[in-house]
């Protein structure tokens, strides 16, 4: 168990609706990242943050915005939500240097936009 | 070229049986690999990680990486139905977490 929770899980949302999902980690990790998961694309790179306030973009960030001011609370908000945004997001921790790059997912939070 | 490539299945194997699976990378920057499983509708967990070239065993798996290749392998003996799932192959350079790269994964069935 990684000590990471992502809510909501599921969601179904309108086009043009902002949609904020949340990550929720207990262990007081650094770094922090949502990654989304599409068929024929895998896991990719959203948005990622390594300190309270300290965020970066990934490999696929329009459209996207992100919050950290905590360091147990990641937040990722959909201003506007697309057809183009459904997808499965998963939230992911980095552990503490000496686990060599290594990151742990949480469970994933499924949206649907219609 | 895609930076890592990973064959997508699906695999089918029966129970009991080895399984193989593969990735190759271009970027010979990267110098850790890792394996993730994922089930259905579940976030993919670590399941091996190796520093640089060599083995690693854990158990009925054992990872491989031939970087004069660009190869890596996950290999899982006496594969069980409870082994079903999707495995990613993930790589990294030196650095952060943010530079990890995932294959696409491939799904693997094991026929009790």
């Known amino acids: 168990d990684a000590g990471i929770t992502q809510s909501p899980r599921h969601k179904v949302t309108e086009t043009g609706t902002p949609v904020t999902l949340r990550c929720h980690q207990t262990?007081?990790?650094?770094?922090m990242y949502w990654y989304r998961q599409d068929p024929g694309h895998g896991l990719r790179l959203i948005h990622y943050?390594?300190?309270?306030?300290?965020?970066d973009k990934g490999e696929v960030s329009d459209g996207y915005s992100v919050s950290r001011s905590k360091t147990e609370d990641f937040l990722l908000t959909l201003e506007s939500a697309t057809s183009s945004q459904t997808s499965v997001y998963f939230c992911?921790?980095?552990?503490?240097?000496?686990?060599?790059?290594?990151?742990?997912f949480g469970e994933g939070s499924w949206l649907t936009v219609v | 070229q895609k930076e890592v490539e990973q064959d997508p299945g699906p695999l089918s194997v029966p129970e009991g049986a080895i399984v193989s699976l593969n990735c190759t990378y271009s970027n010979s920057a990267f110098q850790y690999f890792m394996w993730y499983r994922q089930y259905s509708r579940k976030g993919p967990e670590l399941l091996m990680y190796t520093y640089s070239s060599g083995n690693k065993e854990d158990g009925r798996f054992t990872a491989q990486v031939d970087k004069s290749s660009k190869y890596i392998s996950l290999f899982i003996r006496d594969s069980q139905p409870s082994d079903s799932a999707t495995y990613l192959c993930a790589m990294t350079p030196q650095g952060g977490s943010e530079k990890l790269v995932f294959g696409k994964g491939t799904k693997l069935t094991v026929n009790p």
């Open positions: 943050s390594y300190g309270v306030k300290d965020t």
């Open positions: 262990e007081n990790h650094r770094y």
């Open positions: 992911a921790i980095s552990k503490p240097p000496g686990s060599g790059n290594t990151i742990y």
